[in-house]
């Protein structure tokens, strides 16, 4: 009772957020103090009151740039309306992080680190690690992709595709986070704070991680699968994705090895994409993170599952010589 410093972290305010749960893995970390059996319904509710009104501004700037499009940088170039419609599509993504941010702090009402990792915050010196790391699949990903593929044609380096770029330099990094703090990050909690302390067989089911990462790792696919029902080889390769980073969250506790590999990946999709002269279809469905673009069918596949799987090793072996916590801390006696 008089002990000090005292053993739990002491609101100061009935408006502080609440406590993290104490040697939880990353999954359970939605489970805090201030959990509320009707918490993962509100905040999908709020969720999708948000998006709905992104999904209204998007629509209306596209509409603005569609209208006003149509002129070229210089003959040859990347239309004017093509660069302005990935810079949106990138923009309105990357505006997934206040809107998940707002949820997890207000709905929540837990502190917005305990999205990002165990330790809660993000934990930058390991994400610069898997960052290089996912360089290695990725850049010979490519190189195979360049090497095997008759869409292969790079196109001349115009006013248009520098501008292209730079596009995709400022802004891919933001949508990387925005997707992983929605998909890997909010979904992958709200799955796992759905298992309450009972010793039911259900109860220990929903506490597991299967159901968390299966959730996060192919809800995605399942919206692509939707969209295009015919083009079973990029589900399946989406599904290898997002179900192999849901994985590497939870064994790694945090957001750092699916932000790291979605950023590298992405970039080098888009960045492949735009000097093929094919920005048109970015954000069509032709162009989704699961392989080189154009390459669908089993090759893409085999290139995803191999991708994954080098990674997922690598990243295990960076985080056990470096000592990256899996659960959370607990209180101190």
Request: one cysteine or more; glycine letters at 12%; a positive charge.
């Amino acid at each position: 009772m008089w002990a000090w410093p005292p053993p739990r972290p002491v609101r100061t305010s009935e408006f502080a957020p609440g406590e993290a749960p104490e040697g939880e893995p990353y999954h359970r970390l939605g489970r805090g103090s201030r959990y509320r059996w009707w918490v993962p319904a509100l905040s999908l509710v709020v969720l999708a009151f948000l998006l709905f009104f992104l999904w209204v501004a998007v629509a209306l700037a596209m509409t603005i740039v569609a209208l006003a499009g149509g002129s070229g940088l210089s003959p040859g170039s990347v239309r004017l309306g093509e660069i302005a419609s990935l810079a949106i599509g990138l923009v309105s993504t990357a505006l997934l992080i206040p809107i998940v941010l707002l949820v997890v702090r207000v709905v929540q009402w837990r502190r917005v680190g305990t999205l990002m990792s165990v330790d809660g915050h993000l934990r930058w010196a390991f994400l610069v690690r898997c960052v290089g790391l996912a360089a290695v699949p990725v850049t010979v990903t490519m190189a195979l992709y360049t090497a095997l593929s008759d869409e292969a044609r790079l196109g001349a380096v115009s006013g248009g595709v520098v501008v292209s770029l730079m596009v995709i330099v400022l802004l891919v990094p933001f949508q990387s986070v925005a997707e992983e703090f929605t998909l890997r990050g909010l979904l992958m909690q709200l799955v796992g704070a759905i298992g309450g302390s009972g010793e039911s067989a259900v109860a220990r089911v929903l506490r597991s991680p299967g159901p968390a990462i299966l959730a996060s790792g192919t809800l995605f696919a399942a919206l692509y699968a939707s969209v295009y029902p015919g083009d079973l080889w990029t589900t399946a390769a989406l599904t290898v994705m997002g179900t192999g980073a849901a994985w590497l969250t939870w064994r790694t506790g945090g957001l750092e090895a699916a932000i790291g590999l979605h950023l590298v990946n992405g970039m080098a999709q888009l960045a492949l994409c735009v000097l093929e002269d094919r920005t048109a279809a970015i954000g069509t469905g032709l162009v989704i993170g699961a392989g080189p673009p154009g390459m669908g069918g089993p090759i893409g596949l085999g290139f995803a599952v191999g991708t994954m799987a080098v990674y997922a090793l690598g990243v295990t072996w960076i985080a056990r010589r470096t000592g990256v916590r899996r659960t959370s801390r607990a209180a101190v006696a």
